[in-house]
């Protein structure tokens, strides 16, 4: 096929690599979905982009169409943090046979397109861990996904798991968390809980402690002091995350949108979205609802000069604003 538009988007996370390709009038007419393609998950990057790079060959094959047919392409990805990420990230896409640059972005930045149609504002991902960006409309960016205070999926779980162990221990409060998490993992009590986790073969890794962080923000949601502490705490991070973001690229915080995406802001309790939003006095927050792959898709239509926001968002109608809360691209660090 030549000669047609076709664009293609990747979402590239820890636990999932979305992608989509798709034609000039923002139909997809390929998808895929692959592991984890972020390069420092598992401390093997070469497997992770080989995940990508085989998640993308296979979108191809179901849009029926090449590498060399795409007009752009877009790649927002996990773990691409450092200089030395992107220079090894556009090494292994080299491979796949692109007639063109591809653009490479942190998840920040593509989570950020997809609530920001002028792609200026900040972003706060937080799903199997948390990525915090922000840009300016001249071109400024600044992301880290190494913040001195993580604040995933993974960490508010383990922050769970830990309040069960104190509270079974009699080393800490009680909590509701309790009872939930032992019938999760169908554990008797806190040590068979810390056996099941520790033990020598254990296989209760990443994608068992996730499913914890949605319980964690169910319980927070009845009142739980144990619970809602967690949950309080991490926003204010993650807000303090946004705020100093948005000052690398010289944004003021009234009437900025602050994007709110990843996996565990996609519950529906405000009390973590509320809680970085307080942080953000004037900002404006925005909740998603499409899936991450929308922006890198926006991202790849927006370089060819194509407008595609009405139709892959539906107008905007699709993306939800709400209250409850106050609150060639130049790197900065």
């Not at 979305?18 to 390929?30: I, K, L």
């Not at 691409?80 to 556009?90: G, K, Q, V």
């Not at 009234?254 to 004037?282: C, E, F, K, N, Y």
Request: glycine share 16%; with cysteine.
């Amino acid at each position: 096929m030549t000669g047609a538009v076709l664009v293609l988007g990747v979402d590239g996370g820890n636990s999932k690599t979305d992608v989509a390709v798709a034609d000039g009038s923002g139909r997809v007419v390929g998808r895929a979905r692959g592991g984890n393609s972020d390069i420092y998950v598992g401390k093997e990057p070469a497997r992770a982009l080989d995940e990508l790079t085989a998640a993308v060959r296979a979108a191809l094959a179901d849009a029926a169409v090449d590498a060399a047919d795409l007009s752009t392409s877009v790649f927002s990805l996990a773990g691409a943090d450092w200089p030395e990420d992107f220079e090894l990230i556009a090494a292994s896409l080299r491979g796949l046979g692109l007639r063109h640059e591809p653009l490479v972005v942190n998840d920040a930045m593509g989570g950020l397109r997809l609530g920001s149609p002028d792609w200026q504002g900040v972003a706060v991902v937080c799903g199997s861990f948390n990525a915090v960006g922000a840009r300016h409309r001249d071109g400024t960016t600044f992301h880290l996904g190494f913040w001195p205070d993580r604040v995933g999926g993974f960490d508010l779980a383990d922050l769970a798991v830990k309040a069960v162990h104190r509270d079974g221990l009699g080393l800490g409060p009680t909590t509701a968390l309790t009872p939930r998490v032992h019938e999760l993992f169908d554990s008797t009590d806190a040590v068979d809980l810390m056996h099941r986790f520790t033990r020598r073969g254990s296989d209760l890794g990443l994608v068992a402690h996730l499913q914890v962080a949605p319980l964690l923000l169910d319980v927070a949601g009845t009142g739980d002091e144990v619970a809602s502490t967690i949950v309080r705490a991490a926003g204010a991070a993650l807000g303090e995350q946004a705020r100093v973001a948005a000052e690398r690229v010289g944004l003021g915080l009234d009437g900025t949108p602050v994007v709110l995406t990843g996996g565990v802001l996609q519950h529906p309790s405000t009390l973590l979205s509320g809680s970085i939003m307080a942080r953000l006095d004037g900002a404006v927050p925005v909740r998603p609802t499409e899936p991450p792959i929308f922006g890198a898709l926006l991202l790849a239509y927006d370089r060819l000069g194509l407008g595609m926001d009405d139709v892959l968002l539906g107008g905007g109608a699709r993306t939800r604003r709400y209250g409850g809360g106050r609150g060639g691209d130049r790197a900065v660090r």
